[in-house]
């Protein structure tokens, strides 16, 4: 190889390497939201779905004249109508209660404090609620009792908290009901105290602190086909997400329809994390904000529904409202309202996502619309567009004409492929041409190790290696691809609907993929410009004997970066001539991901089986002369001043 510091081809975007999150393998809800209880409103269409009433009686809610019974009340409030009336007549102690399952269990962990609560409504005060969380083997892990004491049959929230004595992953609640009289309970909650940043009903710390190691460019959300919906009914809008979580009108959640490898009927979206807080993490992680919105078209490989053209005003007015939500300041009525939800400082948004794969001529006409009254109020914020599938391309193709000659910011491709795709595809982008006003998103990629989002899929080596070989080519070409990421982001392990993921987690720990390990090297080490890089005296290209490679200088850092795949099972001696440098420093970094067996994969149990292992190396000479070894992908840094 032969590497020229000083000759700069293009600038790397900030934003080159980002984070695609959606609400899809229990993501959110039972994933980064750190809520433990399912269904804490009883809002799901069958509303005991996750919990159980814990009765000796047969007849279930009843005890020896005592009942417990849903009541669905509109009139209360539209948005969570249904809660829980209990009618005690001096049960025994633990003998009629409620209980829940959590999502899959609920993880639980040695002297953590857990924070319960819930809203109850009574004329008297004659109610104990012995709260308590058990074990899979039956063990009280930790409880207490509470004795709701407001008698003025308005809605009161009560809160308590308590100690686990022991670590569980798969943990139950109970709420076991003492005393006489009658009282309605609604919003039944427990959370960690160990969330992101200790926030209050926040976020699960593992799960962000993974995506804050990525150093992301930006984090794209809500999704994914939670954007469009089955139908336009279930579509994701961002101002139900704001305000008081009792407020927040949960729904279906897209991917507990049959389009799921594996059902999920108990797969709603409760919107504990709203658009609020995806703003407020994309802030926490030094991520650009990229929200992508409904255009009047629901997702196109269900329903298809659309929104007639001469009723898109409110979708349009959705975004509008947004970018004043974000950007705006007290003056401005949305702008006011993320105030209010304790934000003063605006969010700073830059882009807008215009629908999430919707294609075809009723595609176009509809951004045709979004774009001229988005830009006539807002010339500065930069659309990203979806694209539609080609005969016997990648899914979501960038080469539309139609498209391009639109001259929107980005044009979203997606790729969800096998890794000889990948492979042949790193130079892909060569024939790009990076003067284009319109940019290129790769929104989504996964390498697929079976097949096309087939539920064999598994993360191993070869796919992760595939990837790393395929962003060599995003890499080099800077100029016109400036924001990739891979898609999906989270899976839990007993909840997920699509293989391959990103992270795996249960309902303790969080696991990096080899994916994720090459992501996390990209992205820390994406650096600010790319340079010239020959290969046997030819610019650089993609799978030339077997290598994949890319170079970028960052000019903070004052670092030159080196990415280099050998996608062989070969080891492989390589001299990498570097011009440009007055001289070569004595030593320099190397980070290596190899593993002879491409099947290779990290589990939750064994996590570390591929990792980045990082060393110093020592340079003499005027080469960096390396032994590369088969399948691999290696890291180099040299510092430049
Ligand atoms: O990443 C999973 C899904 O794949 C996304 O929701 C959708 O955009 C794509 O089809």
């Not at 009903?201 to 962000?208: C, F, H, K, S």
């Amino acid at each position: 190889f032969k590497v020229n510091v000083s000759q700069v081809q293009s600038e790397v975007s900030p934003t080159m390497w980002g984070i695609f999150f959606e609400d899809i393998n229990m993501g959110a809800d039972g994933g980064i939201y750190a809520e433990l209880v399912k269904n804490r409103s009883f809002e799901f269409f069958k509303p005991l779905m996750g919990w159980k009433i814990t009765s000796p009686n047969t007849l279930q809610g009843f005890y020896l004249g005592s009942e417990i019974t849903i009541v669905n009340q509109p009139e209360k409030a539209s948005t969570n109508p249904r809660y829980l009336h209990v009618n005690l007549m001096n049960p025994n102690a633990k003998s009629l209660g409620i209980s829940n399952e959590g999502f899959r269990g609920m993880g639980i962990k040695k002297g953590l404090r857990y924070d319960f609560s819930v809203f109850y409504r009574q004329k008297t005060a004659h109610t104990v609620l012995v709260i308590e969380l058990v074990s899979s083997s039956g063990q009280v892990l930790g409880q207490t009792k509470i004795s709701p004491n407001d008698t003025s049959n308005e809605w009161r929230k009560l809160e308590t908290s308590f100690t686990a004595n022991e670590t569980d992953a798969k943990a139950k609640l109970n709420i076991w009901f003492e005393g006489n009289g009658e009282i309605d309970l609604d919003m039944i909650s427990l959370f960690p105290s160990d969330t992101w940043k200790g926030r209050k009903e926040g976020l699960r710390a593992d799960m962000v602190q993974m995506l804050a190691d990525m150093k992301p460019g930006f984090i794209r959300f809500p999704g994914g086909c939670i954007v469009e919906g089955h139908d336009l009914s279930v579509r994701y809008q961002w101002k139900k997400t704001l305000g008081p979580i009792e407020n927040r009108k949960l729904i279906v959640n897209r991917w507990n329809y049959e389009m799921a490898h594996r059902l999920a009927p108990d797969y709603f979206q409760t919107f504990g994390l709203g658009f609020m807080e995806y703003f407020q993490l994309a802030e926490d992680i030094g991520a650009e904000p990229l929200p992508i919105l409904n255009c009047g078209m629901a997702c196109q490989f269900n329903s298809g529904e659309l929104a007639p053209l001469n009723q898109l005003e409110p979708y349009i007015q959705d975004a509008l409202d947004l970018i004043e939500f974000a950007n705006g300041d007290s003056t401005t009525f949305w702008g006011k309202v993320r105030i209010n939800l304790g934000h003063p400082k605006p969010f700073n948004l830059k882009m807008l996502g215009v629908g999430n794969e919707n294609w075809g001529t009723q595609y176009i006409e509809r951004l045709e619309i979004f774009k001229e009254k988005l830009q006539a109020i807002y010339p500065n914020i930069k659309l990203v567009c979806s694209t539609g599938p080609l005969p016997n391309g990648p899914l979501f193709d960038y080469l539309n004409p139609t498209l391009r000659k639109m001259e929107v910011g980005f044009v979203d491709e997606h790729f969800y492929s096998r890794p000889e795709w990948f492979f042949a595809n790193a130079k892909r982008y060569d024939s790009y041409n990076q003067k284009t006003k319109t940019k290129v998103f790769a929104g989504e990629y996964a390498s697929q190790s079976v097949g096309m989002v087939s539920p064999e899929n598994k993360n191993n080596w070869l796919t992760a290696l595939s990837e790393a070989a395929f962003m060599t080519g995003m890499e080099r070409n800077a100029g016109v691809v400036q924001m990739a990421s891979y898609a999906p982001l989270f899976a839990h392990i007993d909840g997920w609907q699509w293989t391959p993921n990103l992270i795996w987690v249960d309902n303790l720990k969080s696991m990096a993929t080899p994916n994720y390990h090459v992501q996390k090297i990209y992205s820390n080490y994406k650096g600010t410009h790319t340079v010239s890089m020959l290969y046997k005296d030819k610019q650089v290209s993609a799978g030339q004997d077997s290598l994949f490679a890319s170079a970028v200088i960052d000019k903070n850092s004052q670092e030159l970066i080196l990415k280099i795949v050998n996608q062989s099972k070969d080891k492989r001696q390589i001299s990498i001539q570097i011009e440009g440098l007055s001289k070569l420093p004595k030593t320099g970094n190397l980070i290596k991901l190899e593993n002879e067996n491409l099947e290779a994969l990290n589990t939750l149990e064994r996590p570390n089986e591929i990792q980045a292992v990082e060393n110093t190396i020592t340079l003499s000479g005027k080469n960096v002369d390396l032994a590369i070894s088969g399948y691999s992908f290696t890291t180099i840094r040299l510092k430049t001043n």
